[in-house]
């Protein structure tokens, strides 16, 4: 695995333009984050246009949440396939209501996605367990832990397998598996569940780092899990100095972003490989 | 009426999963302010899955800034009626243009709805009053005053008799109705015009609250608003302190929301009730 | 040409009604700014009441992010021309999708701009020029320079005779041309293209120094641009200065707008007309 440090010197150099069809609610958040990364965010997500933004993209986000660009989401998807650019999904509540089971099974016939990006609830709907969940938020019975740490990598990977693509599972504990290796990573606060879009803004950062290392998902995505939990940390310490809430967490962990530096990556990252 | 700290406390127990169908322009805020105070946000919209999506909430918004989903408020909302889920409509501009006055009277007419939070001139509008009001705020003219508080509440509890709902306005006063008694709220502070999403954050505090209180939504709603001005004033002490603007005050709100606590509540609450 | 104090002075004085029509991406900054500037937003974007909403406002603000409605732009866009309501296109992308391309000439034919603001890339495509860009971004070739300012000028001031409207480029560099005169502005600093909708919201801006200056369309961009470089090096001080990063520079800057005073404009403000 390209260490994570590695990847981040290059994503600034290479400065990806991530192309992103995502959700209203969180969408200035994700442009945000991947500028804060040294990316280029494009947010065009018109259908008539889908196909010809991509073009010209290093990688593509697909973001459920905005389940009515669904069909941008597969055009732009088909053709960034057919480029060789890596496609990442955010199966946003995806086991919650028909109209998004049948939107996701509609995006995983359609299109090969380089890495799936969900909370513990919508990995396993995917993997076709049964889920919990409620609104966007994974269910408790669904969380990955310390316990059960192995079954849900097996559960990842099997996934991994079957989609051909990189599945990343957060949550308290972080799993990324391509179905042969799985990371497991340690970093993170619960803050991060206390704003919205801290799903959507990882998703966002997975893309931008395989917009720079589009020859290695699993890197890419394993260096957008560290860094997310990483500066998760480094926000959390700062709202613990000065009392705020969660709206300036929200700020400090995209200015963590912005400016983390590959030796705090490296220093500060929690993880084993299995 | 439940006093408001219990509200408050009640709110952060049950951690209430409230359904928005709310604008672009503040989403967002809405989302982080719902997250503050210690519920679930979720602002799916789609049409197609609007009846199933609130049959999981404990309570539903609807907010006509959303002027193009008014077909999926008025199917949640009945959904969420027949389930005995809390209703909360927030007016936005009803009276400005012939579109808003059509949408809300649907709205009116297909959906009871348990409170309706507007500023002074959309709840003139409805109250079947002249009202000025220019874009999204009140006209000066309409604006509730010590001088004109008494036919204030009266037009608002006449309103409130007629929905068979609660009717909160706000503004540099606050009232809330629900046709019996009369609550008035002297909190809150100037900028909270300054900024974009003062009234449909606290449109989403009420949603939030009448999550956690479905049983009395007089005393949910007076709870939100209690608590908006109280953080309004927290807010803005703080910038008046750091010389900070309106964007940051946007922030220090949502903030103050995440760490309010009862006794700050109990202590900095100015109203009476008659 | 009007001093930029004086435009100040009126905006907060008059506080002009903004219709903006306007991407999901941006749209609450650019409410934000507007605020902050002492003007009062209406985001109403539905074709339905697009005609109706502008009449009561005092400036139009076109932005081709929310390409989906260019239908409502138009719309709007000839009713404020025939009431004499100033009206501001952000032409964003326009060179970079056959869809972009398609609408902008759409918008152009269909309705006066009083004022055009973009990047260099998009007002060279506008001008006719090849044009590079990528995503949102000016391309590296396209950008005003000391070197090439005479050319740029010259290009721009053939765009607004060509258009009857005033030209704003936005970059390293800022131009402003109505054919007959052309000031270029030296303020500014490198972060601001590292938030999402720097140039939404100095359109914005523009749009709101419009609504108070309507008889003088070119001192009110001038206005808007000198403000939007003066408030981003102090927010860029306040970042230097704190080690924050690009989130709460976002912030700081619509807070820099909510604190200018005419004086800090005129101290600050580095430009020269030509």
Redesign the interface.
Known sequence: MTDFAKALGRLRRRAP?V?CIT???????C??II??AGG?????H?I??AE??VS??QALVCNMGA??DTGAMILAGKRANSLNIPVVLDPV?VG?????RDCGARLLAGVHFDVIRGNASEIRFLAGQNASG????AGRMDAVTEQNLRSAAALAGALALRTGGVIAVSGQLDLVSDGRQTAVFRNGCATMA????SGCMLTSLVGAFCGALPEDCFAAACAAVAAMGVCGELAEARRLKN??????F??????????LTEQQLLEKVKYEVF
């Open positions: 333009l192309q959700n209203f609610v969180t969408v200035n958040d442009a945000n500028l804060a280029s965010p494009s947010m065009a018109d008539r246009e010809e933004a010209g993209a389940i009515e509540a919650g209501t028909q109209l998004r409620s609104g966007v938020d206390r704003i919205t879009g009392g705020t809430g969660n709206a300036t929200r700020t400090d962990l995209i200015d963590a972003v912005f400016n």
